[in-house]
């Protein structure tokens, strides 16, 4: 905000004969709307996500604003009123959120997590459990790709467990140490499962994590853009994870093109699948080592894709194909973008 103030401040008095008592009071009232319009913004983009026990497993879910919590509006997102963002091609819930510029980074502490009176365990702890790619929605190609190499978002303020062996007991409480997760268009780094808080003694939590967009000295910026982020929730006591959910933030677009990268994903599908399987069936034919047989396509994990008997599985998310087992190893690996692959495929 000081940046953008001193800026501000700064034309006007390069293009303005005003007087500085006018000068003055125009900075004032044009600070004061950037700082409400900024406020407002960002406060409804302010959400949680409810967590709750349910057949014996957490459920992640959109939050009822009646019970006290706090849900951004369909229609600030540019959806009809009643529909939720949810991926449109592979049914995941999609949780916004928007940074906001503080002297020394870009963060925000939302979405928070939070459960009702009643829902949880008292005392069992519900951790995070990160997966997945950065993905970025570019203003001006108005498409869904991978984050630029050289930015990340880091999710910091979990917490882990050490084992303790210096209390002189038979039985020694563990040492907390609080631990991040980075997220980047290759995957995930440090720690993959974190603490995200305690259920209180009355089956209810409400906690806040930092989620911090970085670039490195490759880079001078995070591009302007939309980020996204994949989760699963666990708890101590319920260790089957939840369904997959993202996050999605706003990195300094103007309303109506955030709106646009929710449509992306909510109001049509991110990836042309009946252009996916005309390559998954190119490949099948030029390159049966890999891919030895025809296979039927289907959708796991935000990736359309398909596996073979060898173990080998090809997917596309995000306008990138992927892969991963039998000659590609455990970890999935990327093997070009979508459209550039298409194109040179002759489809």
């Known amino acids: 905000m000081t940046i953008l103030l001193k800026n501000l401040s700064a034309n006007i008095l390069l293009n303005s004969s005003v007087k500085p008592c006018k000068i003055a009071t125009s900075i004032f009232f044009s600070g004061i709307f950037l700082l409400n319009s900024m406020l407002l913004f960002a406060g409804e983009l302010h959400q949680h996500i409810e967590v709750k026990i349910v057949d014996q497993r957490i459920q992640a879910s959109f939050c009822r604003p009646e019970k006290g919590c ?109 631990g991040f997760t980075l997220f980047n268009r290759d995957g995930t780094d440090s720690a993959t499962s974190l603490i995200v808080g305690e259920v209180r003694s009355d089956g209810s939590l409400h906690t806040h994590l930092d989620w911090i967009i970085e670039a490195d000295e490759s880079v001078s910026d995070a591009p302007i853009g939309a980020y996204m982020v994949e989760l699963q929730l666990i708890t101590d006591a319920y260790p089957v994870p939840s369904d997959t959910l993202w996050i999605m933030f706003n990195h300094g677009l103007v309303l109506e093109d955030f709106q646009q990268a929710v449509a992306g994903r909510v109001l049509q599908a991110n990836t042309d699948i009946e252009l996916a399987d005309e390559l998954f069936n190119w490949a099948e034919s030029n390159y049966s080592s890999f891919f030895p047989h025809t296979a039927t396509s289907f959708i796991a ?12 599985c090809m997917g596309v998310k995000d306008n990138h194909v992927f892969a991963v087992g039998g000659e590609f190893g455990v970890n999935i690996v990327i093997l070009g973008e979508f459209d550039v692959m298409v194109t040179q495929a002759g489809l």
Request: proline share 8%; net charge negative; charged share 20%.
């Open 70 to 178: 706090s849900l951004v509006r369909p229609e600030t997102l540019g959806l009809p009123a009643g529909q939720m963002p949810v991926d449109q091609l592979t049914g995941t819930p999609i949780y916004v959120s928007e940074f906001s510029i503080f002297p020394d980074r870009t963060a925000i502490d939302s979405p928070g997590f939070e459960g009702l009176e009643g829902d949880m365990t008292p005392g069992d702890r519900v951790r995070y459990l990160a997966s997945g790619h950065l993905s970025y929605w570019d203003a001006e190609k108005r498409q869904w790709s991978l984050a630029p190499e050289g930015i990340q978002i880091r999710l910091a303020g979990g917490l882990d467990l050490l084992p303790n062996q210096d209390c002189g007991q038979v039985f020694c409480i563990p040492n907390t140490t609080e």
């Open 301 to 312: 994990l935000g990736f359309y894709a398909r596996c073979y008997q060898n173990g080998v």
